[in-house]
């Protein structure tokens, strides 16, 4: 059963935002007393956060969708939704996070580091937010934004000093057993070590990590055996330890022989260079002549030790099963260590810094793509506004349609669209193709709102009416008397000229 994953694709989706509401206020002698309309909460975000108690990508293995919570949709009186709860999800030390392409995303090294890896929506806004003093009762309410949606790839690269590479079976699982309180599987038999296994090792006042990864074989650098698995988690490290079987048996097998192979497999390797690490072949490089135990060994490696020096390398003999060797070897790396820290802190690292890109006077934030289909000629408007304000529209009210209209109308749209060369009832496409809404373009939208008695987002109903008071009502009864009077008077009149007859003259 695998328990231990260092790569995996990661199907991420964050909660929508919250739909706003439209609804107009009731009291008591008030039935239309104004919009109230809440807003929708805002969707949880998905986020990656490093995680000291993790040091394994399994759980995303088993279950590669995750989802954040949606934001609650707003209600009446006022009373908005409640936000989606983002979900964190835990991440080893050092994963790398990519999209699909292959570029970096996020580098997360600290233990304090995280990465949004899908923002939640916003949520819509009521009639209440919606109301202004131009628009006093929007009969209509904002959509919630969907949430983003993305699919990553999490690639774990150890975070070691120090990489013990070498053949299968060179004794690497050995060595950093009786270097560190870390206990490998060991067998006898290639591939035992699977997965990377990390020891922390003292010297003095020095403490550094080892990393025991799994072997190599000639054609790693291709994919073969478990190269490229192995060669990812050397990438971080700054010492590499050359172990080499000194006591094998295998045919065409020989210390030198072993580290030709395996320096031309190191050199072949392609580092990612987004993560500004340097070529495996410019590492800080170490030999150590393992099995030290066996005579025949001893002998081979006292032999090969001086024609190694001579290429200027640091060759340590040593056993792991007798112990031999193993102090110099761990003082030795952590030399090594504390120059390769000593180095990286004199480095110049600028420290990172917010670049602000101010928007060009004449950047209208979209742009009008001419496009040619199998359905003929299409226009597109691409723009972050556009394409969020159509998906915030309920196309089934037709003054939030004629809401739509305002907006793109006073950015812009319609005036590019003429100039792109789009006439009345062109198809017109709001968003990116993969999630567009089209339209039969009309230059000037018909939104209903024209059947309002007033400018859209007002109603005549709402407008204030102001209490009589007790002399104007007497004044209002008065009058209606007076008019019925003159009315009854103007009747009598008529019927004293002969304009009226009874019904019993008609019949004689």
Excluded at 78 to 87: F, K, M, P, S, Y
Excluded at 354 to 363: F, G, M, N, S
Aim: proline share 5%; aromatic share 4%.
């Amino acid at each position: 059963m695998t328990t231990f994953v260092d790569r995996v694709v990661l199907h991420v989706a964050a909660g929508n935002g919250g739909h706003g509401v439209a609804s107009v206020k009731r009291e008591k002698f008030k039935p239309l007393g104004g919009p109230d309309g809440g807003n929708g909460g805002k969707g949880g975000s998905v986020i990656l956060a490093v995680d000291p108690q993790s040091t394994t990508l399994l759980d995303y293995h088993h279950t590669p969708h995750r989802k954040a919570t949606n934001g609650k949709p707003g209600a009446g009186d006022e009373r908005n939704g409640a936000d989606g709860d983002d979900l964190v999800l835990p991440v080893p030390a050092g994963t790398v996070v990519k999209d699909r392409d292959g570029t970096v995303l996020a580098d997360l090294v600290g233990f304090d580091s995280t990465f949004v890896a899908a923002r939640g929506g916003r949520g819509g806004l009521g009639n209440k937010a919606l109301a202004s003093a131009r628009r006093k009762a929007p009969g209509f309410a904002l959509l919630g934004e969907p949430g983003e949606t993305l699919e990553v790839v999490l690639e774990l690269k150890s975070l070691a000093d120090v990489a013990l590479i070498g053949f299968p079976s060179a004794g690497k699982s050995s060595l950093v057993s009786v270097l560190s309180a870390a206990r490998p599987k060991i067998a006898d038999y290639p591939f035992t070590t699977l997965v990377p296994n990390l020891g922390v090792v003292t010297a003095g006042s020095e403490r550094y990590t080892v990393a025991d990864v799994p072997g190599l074989i000639p054609g790693a650098s291709e994919g073969k055996g478990l190269g490229l698995e192995f060669l990812r988690h050397v990438e971080r490290c700054s010492v590499l330890v050359h172990v080499v079987d000194c006591a094998t048996l295998e045919p065409n097998r020989d210390p030198m022989t072993d580290l030709e192979v395996i320096e031309a497999e190191l050199a072949a390797y392609v580092t990612d260079d987004s993560l500004g690490g340097r070529p495996l072949s410019e590492r800080t490089r170490v030999v150590v002549l393992n099995k030290a135990d066996v005579p025949e060994a001893r002998d081979l490696a006292e032999m090969v030790k001086p024609m190694l020096e001579e290429r200027g390398l640091e060759v340590f003999i040593v056993s792991a099963v007798a112990h031999l060797g193993l102090k110099e070897l761990t003082f030795a790396l952590a030399r090594h260590v504390a120059a390769a820290r000593a180095e990286l802190e004199a480095a110049v690292v600028e420290r990172p810094r917010v670049v602000i890109r101010p928007r060009a006077v004449d950047d209208s934030g979209f742009h009008v793509r001419r496009e040619g289909t199998s359905d003929g000629e299409v226009f597109r408007v691409l723009g972050e506004r556009p394409t969020r304000w159509v998906r915030q529209t309920d196309f089934s009210n037709d003054e939030a349609v004629g809401y739509l209209a305002d907006r793109l109308s006073r950015l812009g749209v319609e005036e590019a669209l003429l100039k792109a060369g789009a006439v009345a009832g062109s198809t017109v496409l709001i968003g990116p193709e993969d999630d567009a809404v089209v339209f039969d373009w009309e230059p000037t939208m018909s939104a209903g709102a024209e059947l309002l008695a007033g400018p859209r987002g007002t109603d005549l109903r709402l407008e204030p009416e102001g209490r009589r008071t007790r002399a104007e009502k007497r004044e209002d009864f008065h009058a209606r008397k007076d008019a019925q009077t003159a009315a009854r008077d103007e009747l009598a009149t008529e019927r004293r000229a002969g304009h009226w007859a009874h019904a019993d003259d008609e019949d004689q």
